[in-house]
C-alpha cells in the first residue's frame, strides 16, 4: 500500500485549504492510497467538520501541531512524535511514502516525521501571507532554503519571493508552479440558495469572513448601494459573519436599500448559487472557482483595503496586486462591473478549468523532479529556538481542560 500523509491546519474550519485538501485525499484514496490527515487541534475535543468527507481523520488531531517544534520543550516534542509514529502503527513498512505539509508549523514537524519513516517529504504553501506574527517564516528561513534547492517545496514564484523576501530573487521562468483545486463546486440541491431573491443589484462575498479584506469589502458594498439608492441591493454572504456583526448592522443602517443576506457556510457550493448573482467579491480559492463557473468575479486584495480588478479579465492573479491588476475601492470595482459593464468590451483570459486528477498528477510530477536522494534538514536545528513558557502552560492547559471534559 501506498501511503499519503498529509501535516495540515484544523480540519473544523473550512476555506480554501480545507477544500483542496479535501479533494486531493478522496482522490489519492480512490486510486490506492492509504492516506492520513495529521492536524492542527486536539483528538480529546470532538466537534463535526462543515466538510463531512474530513470527519474521518478527526482522530488523527495532534495538540502538539498547533505549535511550533522549536518554542516546546524536548519532551513535548518527543511526545508528539511518539504519538503520530503510534498513530500509523508504528510506522508505515511502505517504501512509497510521500509526507505533504501545508504550514510553517507543519512543516518543520513534517520533516522530523519523514527522517523517522524515510519518508519524502514536501512543503506546499497554502499560505498568502508570509511575514506576519502568526508565522514564522523568516526563524527558520534557512530550513525553507533547504527544501526549496531540493525541489522539496512547491509554490509559484510569487510566493516563492514572498517567502524569501530579502534573501533571495526568483523569475517566473525559475519556479515552475505548483497547480491546486479546492473543487469546492458541484451540482447539487440547496434549498438556501433556491430562496435568494432576485434584486437589481445581487453581490456576493464567497469565504472566510475573518479574512483582513472583509471589513472593506462590506463598506464597499455599502457604499456602492449608497450611490444607488433607486435601486434594490443583496448582498449575500457565503461563509459564517458573526465576527463582522457590528460593521454590517452598521452598513445596513447606512444603506436602508441594502438587503443582506448570511447564508452561513456552504460546502460543495451549489453551481445554482452563480445563477443566482451578478457578481463575487472573494480571493485565491473562492476566486478561482467562482471565475472557473463563469461569474463575473472581483478579486480582493489581500494586503489592502482595495480591489484588484475583474479576474479574468483585468488580471489572471486571484490573490496577490501583480502588473494588470486594476486597483480601485471595492465601490468602484462594483460600479465598474455592474453600471460600466466594462467586462463587455474586454477579452476573457483566463486559463481553462484544471481538475482535482490533473493537479494531482501534476504535483506528482513536480515531486518526481526533487533531489534523488533522500535528504533531511538537521532535526536538532528544528528543535533549536527560544523556549516559550507561556506556550507550553497553554499546551499542558489544554491537555487538561480536555481530560476534565
Not at 495538540?63 to 511550533?68: F, I, P, R
Not at 444603506?255 to 447564508?263: F, Q, R
Amino acid at each position: 500500500m501506498k501511503t499519503y500523509i498529509f501535516m495540515s491546519f484544523a480540519l473544523q474550519n473550512i476555506g480554501g485549504g480545507q477544500c483542496y485538501l479535501a479533494a486531493k485525499a478522496e482522490y489519492l484514496e480512490r486510486n490506492g492510497w492509504d492516506v492520513f490527515v495529521f492536524s492542527e487541534g486536539n483528538s480529546n475535543v470532538s466537534t463535526g467538520c462543515p466538510i463531512h468527507y474530513l470527519d474521518k481523520f478527526l482522530p488523527y488531531k495532534v495538540l502538539e501541531l498547533n505549535y511550533q517544534v522549536y518554542e516546546l520543550s524536548s519532551f513535548v516534542v518527543d511526545r508528539g512524535i511518539k504519538k503520530m509514529l503510534k498513530m500509523l502503527g508504528g510506522g508505515p513498512k511502505d517504501e512509497d511514502i510521500i509526507i505533504e505539509s501545508h504550514t510553517d508549523k507543519s512543516a518543520l514537524w513534517g520533516e522530523i516525521i519523514a527522517q523517522k519513516l524515510n519518508a519524502r517529504h514536501f512543503f506546499i504553501t497554502l499560505y498568502e501571507h508570509f511575514r506576519w506574527p502568526r508565522h514564522n517564516f523568516e526563524s527558520k528561513i534557512d530550513f525553507y532554503m533547504f527544501k526549496m534547492d531540493r525541489g522539496e517545496l512547491l509554490c509559484n514564484a510569487t510566493a516563492a519571493n514572498r517567502l524569501f523576501e530579502g534573501y533571495r530573487e526568483y523569475q517566473e521562468e525559475d519556479v515552475e508552479p505548483v497547480l491546486i483545486d479546492e473543487a469546492p463546486v458541484q451540482d447539487v440541491d440547496s434549498p438556501i440558495v433556491d430562496t435568494i431573491p432576485k434584486y437589481d443589484y445581487n453581490i456576493c462575498y464567497i469565504g472566510r469572513t475573518q479574512k483582513m479584506y472583509v471589513p472593506h469589502i462590506i463598506r464597499g458594498v455599502g457604499e456602492f448601494a449608497a450611490r444607488h439608492k433607486d435601486k434594490k441591493v443583496q448582498f449575500v454572504i457565503v461563509g459564517e459573519a458573526e465576527c463582522q456583526r457590528l460593521l454590517i448592522n452598521k452598513v445596513k443602517k447606512d444603506a436602508t436599500n441594502l438587503k443582506v443576506n448570511e447564508i452561513g457556510c456552504l460546502h460543495p457550493l451549489p453551481k445554482s448559487l452563480y445563477s443566482k448573482i451578478d457578481v463575487v467579491i472573494a480571493g485565491s480559492g473562492s476566486a478561482r472557482c467562482s471565475v472557473e463557473e463563469g461569474a463575473l468575479t472581483i478579486v480582493a486584495d489581500i494586503e489592502s483595503d482595495k480591489a484588484l480588478g475583474l479576474l479574468g479579465f483585468d488580471t489572471n492573479n486571484s490573490i496577490y496586486l501583480a502588473e494588470d491588476s486594476y486597483v480601485s475601492t471595492y465601490a468602484d470595482a462594483l460600479e465598474r462591473a455592474l453600471v460600466e459593464k466594462v467586462y463587455k468590451n474586454m477579452k476573457f483570459k483566463y486559463p481553462h478549468k484544471v481538475g482535482v486528477e490533473e493537479c494531482t498528477q501534476q504535483n506528482f510530477y513536480l515531486m518526481s523532479k526533487a533531489a534523488k536522494e533522500k535528504r533531511y534538514y538537521d532535526e536538532k536545528k528544528i528543535r533549536e529556538g527560544k523556549f516559550n513558557f507561556h506556550v507550553n502552560i497553554s499546551y499542558w492547559l489544554a491537555i487538561l481542560k480536555s481530560k476534565i471534559k
